[in-house]
């Protein structure tokens, strides 16, 4: 059997990058041999910059956000609207609705949808941390922006039921959003169209 030409280190380097989201054995190879061609420019900072994000980034305590500082950013902010809480499946989606500019108030990241067939139950998702901020009686609408996907329909269903008990207004997007659509992947205007003509959950 011949011998790989490639060594361990470098075998590794790939096998790690080909975990990423996007990412084959194929892509993964090509991006190892660019980054050790660019060692300089792209890949010694790239390795500071995975080590300094590893020690300093956290989940904020409040929303969930991801920031070096708790509480995050945004919950910090003053100037943002503590009376609506937007609820996001993961911070993808949070950031997406921030290069909207579609949201002023605050956020709430679940960390993922309903699926019972891949055994995630309520246990499993930030809804105790929502419900306890919506009872707060300066709290007056949580806005469901959820993937229109039947994780996020059931989902959905299920935070309004829990919602109720707290006296809150809950809405959800509306037009712009396709139905099997992620907001990652919309453009801002139609985000931001969404986010205006969003209608009782």
Same mark, same amino acid.
């Given at each position: 059997?011949?011998?790989?030409?490639?060594?361990?280190?470098?075998?590794?380097?790939?096998?790690?990058?080909?975990?990423?989201?996007?990412?084959?054995?194929?892509?993964?190879?090509?991006?190892?041999?660019?980054?050790?061609?660019?060692?300089?420019?792209?890949?010694?900072?790239?390795?500071?910059?995975?080590?300094?994000?590893?020690?300093?980034?956290?989940?904020?305590?409040?929303?969930?956000?991801?920031?070096?500082?708790?509480?995050?950013?945004?919950?910090?902010?003053?100037?943002?609207?503590?009376?609506?809480?937007? $609820?996001?499946?993961?911070?993808?989606? &949070?950031?997406?609705?921030?290069? *909207?500019? !579609?949201? #002023?108030? =605050?956020?709430?990241?679940?960390?993922?949808?309903?699926?019972?067939?891949?055994?995630?139950?309520?246990?499993?998702?930030?809804?105790?941390?929502?419900?306890?901020?919506?009872?707060?009686?300066?709290?007056?609408?949580?806005?469901?922006?959820?993937?229109?996907?039947?994780?996020?329909?059931?989902?959905?269903?299920?935070?309004?039921?829990?919602?109720?008990?707290?006296?809150?207004?809950?809405?959800?997007?509306?037009?712009?959003?396709? $139905?099997?659509?992620?907001?990652?992947? &919309?453009?801002?205007?139609?985000? *931001?169209? !969404?986010? #205006?003509? =969003?209608?009782?959950?």
């Amino acid at each position: 059997m011949p011998q790989s030409p490639i060594g361990p280190e470098l075998q590794r380097l790939i096998d790690l990058l080909a975990k990423m989201p996007g990412l084959g054995p194929r892509s993964a190879k090509r991006a190892a041999l660019y980054l050790l061609k660019k060692r300089e420019p792209v890949m010694r900072p790239l390795a500071f910059a995975l080590d300094d994000a590893a020690q300093k980034v956290k989940a904020c305590s409040i929303c969930g956000n991801w920031d070096s500082i708790d509480p995050c950013a945004i919950c910090a902010d003053p100037e943002r609207s503590g009376a609506v809480i937007c $609820v996001v499946q993961d911070v993808g989606d &949070l950031w997406a609705l921030e290069r *909207a500019g !579609a949201h #002023k108030g =605050r956020y709430h990241v679940l960390g993922g949808l309903l699926s019972p067939l891949d055994g995630i139950g309520p246990e499993e998702l930030n809804i105790g941390g929502l419900i306890a901020r919506a009872g707060d009686d300066a709290v007056k609408e949580v806005i469901l922006a959820l993937a229109a996907t039947v994780d996020g329909q059931t989902t959905a269903h299920y935070l309004t039921e829990r919602l109720e008990e707290t006296g809150v207004t809950v809405t959800r997007l509306s037009q712009g959003v396709p $139905v099997g659509g992620e907001l990652d992947y &919309l453009d801002e205007g139609t985000i *931001a169209a !969404a986010m #205006k003509t =969003r209608r009782p959950a």
